[in-house]
Structure formats: C-alpha cells, structure tokens
C-alpha cells in the first residue's frame, strides 16, 4: 500500500503516477468491464425473434417511463432454464472433468520436461526455450487440424501401428475424448512448461546437495524439496492449461465429434444454431463466475502469504 | 553458549590436547595423496592429512586453492580423481553423501526455504526414521543449544542472518555426525557477530565433542578457533601445524606472508657456527644474526614479526643486535597497537615495527620524519629456505 502522506519520489506528480495507474484500469473498464455487463444486461433479456434477438431494449426517447420499462422487463428466467435442462448442467459437468483430467496430463508430461530443459547445460537452455514456444508460430487452428491427419482411422497414427504389426485393426481415437484430450495436452503444454521451468530453474542446488548431506537420496530429495519449491509454478501453470481449457471450443469441436459434450459447444450451438442471445450470455456468466471464485480465493490466499512473508 | 557442568571438565584436557604428536594415535579422517582435476584444472593436488577425533582443524588458504573442493570430497559432492580419504578406517570413495556419517554447514546456509526452523532441524532426523518422540526431543535439544527455541515455527526468511546462521548450524549437529564440516560458516556475518560466534563454536565443540573441519580464508578465523591449521596455496599443501607454530615457524615465505604481517629480509649466509648463523643482506646493506642453522653461500630469507622489532630514537642498549637506522615512514595508530614503517637507511626497504601501547601517553613519542633506531634479537627471527 502506498503511504499518502509519503513523499512522492523527484520527479513524478502524484498525477503522473495516477495516469500510470489509470491506463490499466481504463483498458479493463473498456475491454473487459463494459463487454462483460452487455453480456450480463442480455443474460437477463428475454428472447425474441427480431434484431437484435432479445428484449427489452433500452429506448432513452421515452425518458424516465423507457428506463423503468428496460429495467422490469430485466429477469433471471434464463438462469432457471440453466439449472431446469440438464443439457447444461452435464456440459459444464464434462468441461470441468475433461479440463481437470487434460491438465493433469498436462502437468504430468511438462514437469519432467521443464525439469530436463532446467537441469540442460546452460547454453542450451534458450534453444529448448525456442522449442516449446516454435509452435505458437502456427496458429492453433491448423495444429489442431493436423491431429485429425495424424488420429483418424486412416491416420498417420494409425497406418504407423498397423505397419508395425503392433495393432491388426485401426484404433477409432478421433471423435472421442481421448482425441479432445490429446489436443488439449498437445496445444496448452507451453502454458504449463513455462511457468514449470520459470520456477524450477530458480532453484538452488545447494539445497539439494544440504537435503543429501542430511541423508536424503536424489529421488527423496526430489519429493522433499524440488516438488513444493516448484509449487508456484505448478499452480500458474494449472490456471493457465485450466481455466481456457474448461471454456475450450475449437479442440472438442474438431476432435471430439458430437460424442463429446463442451461447455463451449454447447454456448456455440446455443448462440448460432439456436440464436438464443440470453440463454448463451447466461451459460458464459455463469461459466465465468464458476472460473473466477476459486481463482479469487486462491489469490486472496497467496496475497496473505506473501504479506505475511514481509 | 552455556556449557554443562559435567562438560566443564573437558577444558582442560583440551589444553594438553594434541594427539597428532602420539604416534600411536589412529586418525579418524584420513586424506591419502588425494588428486582432484577438474578438466586440465589441478583443484588438490595430492594432499595428504590426518585429521583426529575431537579436533578442530581449519583449512585455510586464498579462494580458489582447492580447499572448499577438499571438504567437498569428504562430504561427497566431489569424488577425487585419484588417492583415497578414509572414515574411521572406512573407505569412503564412492559411498554417496546421504550415506556418509558427515554433515555439512553451507556458507550459503542452504536453509529449506519452505520449512519453519523446526522442521529445517527435524529434516536430517527424518531421513533416519526415528520415532517421532525421539525428533521432537532432539530439535528442542538442538534449538536450545543454539538458542532459538522461541523461533521454532518461524520460516528461514523471517529470521536475521545471524539466526540464519543458527539454525544451519543446529540442523547439520541435530544428526550427530561423526565429523562436521563448516564451509566459511561465518562469512556472512558483520566483524562484531563473527568473533562472537567464533568462540561459541569452539565451546560447542568441547561441550559435543565432535570433530569439526572449518573451510576458512580468513586468517584470524582459523587461528581462533582451530588446533591445527593446514594452510594450503595452488592446490597443495603447504604447511599443517598449530596455530602457534604457523605463526611463529612458518614454514615458507608463504605461509609467513599469508598469516599475519612479517619483515623478510633476503640474504645470504656468511657464517653458521654455534647455532648462530650470519646473513649478508644487500637487500638492506646490513649484516643479521640469527637463531638457527644453515649451509654458507645459501640464500635464505629472515622473516621477522612486527612485534618482536624495537624502536626507539634514543640509540639502543649496547648488547643489542641486528639494529638497523632508519626514518618513520609512516604511523597507524589502532588503539592497543601501533605501527610504524620504517625506511631503512641507504636503502628502499621498509621496515614494518608494531608497538602494544602499553601506557596511556608517551614521554617521548615517535612522529612522522624521526630518525629512529629498529633492532631485534637474534632469536626474534625465522629463516626460511623455501
């Protein structure tokens, strides 16, 4: 917290620092805050069959009357509807399983490499860094289509089994979750390998070398003392693969078939197939809010321990 | 730290304490013409020492004369490329460091950062398997020792470097091990803290006597706290004796110059009779005698403590020898001592003299520019070879 009656450092006017401050603020207040209550003021609009698709409008050449019209003709039915057809309810059931299972994964495959890419000699450490980052270079979409080259029936994966005699039949992976699984690992683990390797690269090995020295072996030490030291990066690493995942829509669209059931399909079907303008707006409400208040809660914790460490 | 009573009766017996001279002493740690190479670089090059139970034995040299990486080898972070180091008879080349009966102090501290004091303490115990009660016991006992018992749920990063210091301490003793080793322990700590400590770690190692190997550069560090000191330089060592006999016969102009200040004067002997040798010193057109022995023709260098050189501007006693003339170059006033440089008359040498001011004013003090007369006795001297 600053100190109000602290001395501002030379050279910068309180009103400087205030713009400073302002200029994030006003970029989440235009880009984030205002597009968020459009989407909060429909998710509580009826639907209708006009352009656009919902009422009430606000119509300000009423005055007062025009206001107290838009604000009665506001309800929360389309949350009801949510919780009544349980369309909605599995969907986000099944995003948060499938986000919960990929991230593992994910975390799974990235730890060890972020481990090696950490423990690499150190000149070699930028080149590895280059590699996890060279596929962000080829848009998702592409890299996503190219799955379906390797995973259907006829794939790249499967003509590679068959040719090694390993399998007889082809395996059926796309369209399956197994599919939307492998997408979701493939495409988030840089956002799991780099706060990974962030964390662990900062560790000292002295303290590994003391954990030896006091009788703990290389694989104990491991467990005793890199695991929680790379605890930070763990976390990021998990909020970064879990929160896009639970909302993702183009992998499951791609590579899951109608099998699998997506918060984001169904918010897709629900917006294009459907054109029901309130009844998506409230399924990304509520998604929302179900991502921000773990994440706000595990903040408010972290910032009590780091106060706590001053 | 406060000793024990019963423990109490240790002191003296460390007096008199110096099995290095019984040959029929068995040494607890034993470096055998221990190589290490790292690359083309010779970081020990055949080193051999006897380390005993129950001693204090510093090693002490510049950074980068392979003492930390001798330590090293006996913890077993580094294997040595050649030669053998034994514990208790048993040898420890390639037993790996979480099963080697030594535990380490790290200059660093190496304290767990996500563990509280007590639970930095408890690791090493943990690691054994011993019954909880038993680790719960012990961490007290270790807290206490270093007295840091109100600290014990704090994490490292809340504490002083001092307690830091502590609990690095407490936790590398918490195990008991045979042998500790202190890798530069107090570096970190300002001048006051660090003299404090020094004397604290030599009571505590009376009051568990343990065998302690302290990794040191600083000079005094090691006379204070240890028996013996092995001084080493460029790998090798150099010379292994008590402080004392480091101090008043080194061995070298090495380890003459490395400890403490000294006066060498190159010269060369004239005459050796009687245990009283003759030296020719162009270096300061002066002829010394001096205590000792040694072949005529030889070039040797007598090295000569500050202290033990006089000085006065009234002409010295007539049974006085080696008295040079000379001009007070210049004077550093310390409080207990000062020093005065003197330029030694018809030459460039300068003459390093320190007085312990013994009186609280002088009748006739010595200032900057005086002709002064500087004279030692011939036993005041060491003649070194090498």
């Known amino acids: ?310 | 730290m406060a000793l024990k009573p019963a423990q109490k009766a240790l002191g003296p017996i460390r007096r008199s304490f110096a099995p290095w001279l019984d040959p029929a002493a068995v040494p607890l740690i034993r470096f055998e013409n221990v190589v290490k190479r790292f690359g083309d670089f010779t970081a020990v090059d055949d080193v051999s020492i006897d380390i005993h139970a129950r001693e204090f034995f510093a090693l002490l040299g510049p950074s980068g004369c392979g003492k930390t990486t001798l330590m090293r080898m006996l913890a077993g972070f580094e294997e040595p490329t050649s030669g053998r180091i034994t514990l208790a008879g048993q040898d420890l080349v390639g037993v790996p460091p979480y099963r080697r009966p030594v535990n380490m102090m790290f200059q660093s501290y190496a304290l767990f950062p996500h563990m509280s004091v007590e639970q930095n303490v408890a690791f090493g115990l943990k690691q054994d398997k011993l019954p909880k009660a038993e680790i719960e016991a012990r961490v007290k006992e270790m807290l206490r020792l270093v007295k840091l018992e109100p600290f014990a749920s704090r994490k490292p990063h809340q504490l002083s470097g001092g307690q830091r210091q502590r609990v690095a301490l407490a936790r590398s003793l918490a195990k008991r091990p045979k042998v500790l080793l202190l890798d530069e322990p107090l570096g970190a700590l300002d001048k006051k803290l660090r003299e404090e400590t020094q004397f604290e770690l030599m009571d505590l190692q009376m009051e568990l006597g343990l065998t302690f190997l302290i990794v040191t550069h600083d000079q005094e560090e090691a006379m204070t706290v240890a028996d013996r000191i092995a001084v080493m330089n460029h790998g090798k060592l150099v010379q292994v004796a008590t402080p004392g006999e480091i101090y008043e016969q080194p061995s070298c102009r090495y380890v003459a110059g490395f400890i403490g200040d000294i006066n060498l004067f190159e010269a060369e002997v004239a005459a050796s009779a009687g245990g009283l040798v003759t030296l020719k010193s162009d270096e300061v057109g002066a002829t010394f005698s001096a205590a000792g022995e040694a072949s005529p023709g030889a070039s040797v260098a007598l090295a000569v403590r500050p202290e033990k050189v006089r000085i006065s501007i009234d002409p010295p006693p007539a049974d006085a020898t080696n008295v040079l003339k000379g001009e007070v170059w210049d004077i550093a006033y310390l409080g207990d001592w000062t020093v005065f440089l003197v330029k030694a008359e018809n030459s460039e040498k300068i003459v390093r003299v320190s007085r312990a001011n013994v009186m609280r004013s002088e009748t006739q003090p010595i200032a900057w520019d005086d002709k002064v007369h500087v004279w030692f006795a011939p036993d005041a001297g060491v003649l070194l070879t090498s």
């Open chain 1, 1 to 310: 917290m600053t100190d109000a009656s602290a001395p501002t450092p030379a050279g910068t006017s309180p009103w400087g620092r205030r713009l400073v401050i302002a200029i994030p603020y006003l970029w989440l207040l235009v880009f984030f805050l205002a597009p968020f209550f459009i989407v909060l003021k429909i998710s509580f609009s009826d639907t209708v069959i006009a352009q656009p698709p919902y009422e009430p409008l606000l119509d300000l050449a009423q005055g007062w009357q025009g206001i107290k019209d838009w604000w009665t003709g506001l309800d929360a039915e389309n949350y009801g509807i949510l919780f009544e057809d349980e369309l909605y309810v599995a969907s986000y059931l099944s995003s948060l399983r499938i986000a919960t299972i990929s991230t593992l994964l994910t975390l799974l495959i990235a730890y060890p490499m972020a481990y090696a890419m950490a423990r690499a000699p150190k000149g070699w450490r930028p080149l590895l860094l280059m590699a996890v980052i060279l596929p962000f270079w080829t848009s998702l979409l592409i890299r996503v289509y190219a799955w379906i080259g390797i995973l259907s029936p006829e794939g790249l994966l499967n003509a590679f089994l068959l040719w090694t005699g390993i399998i007889s039949e082809p395996l059926y992976i796309m369209n399956t979750e197994t599919a939307v699984f492998i997408g979701i690992v493939y495409s988030y683990l840089p956002f799991m390998v780099l706060p990974l390797y962030a964390s662990l690269e900062k560790l000292d090995d002295t303290l590994l070398e003391a954990a030896a020295d006091l009788g703990s072996p290389p694989w104990k030490a491991f467990w005793q003392i890199t695991v929680p030291l790379s605890l930070p990066g763990v976390v990021a690493g998990c909020f970064l693969v879990f929160i896009p995942a639970v909302g993702e829509f183009v992998i499951p669209d791609l590579l899951g078939g109608s099998e699998t059931l997506m918060i984001g399909k169904t918010l897709y079907s629900e917006f294009f197939s459907n054109r029901d303008w309130p009844v998506s707006s409230a399924i990304a409400v509520l998604l929302l809010l179900v991502l921000v208040l773990p994440i706000a809660i595990y903040n408010n914790v972290q910032a009590r321990e780091v106060g706590a460490k001053k």
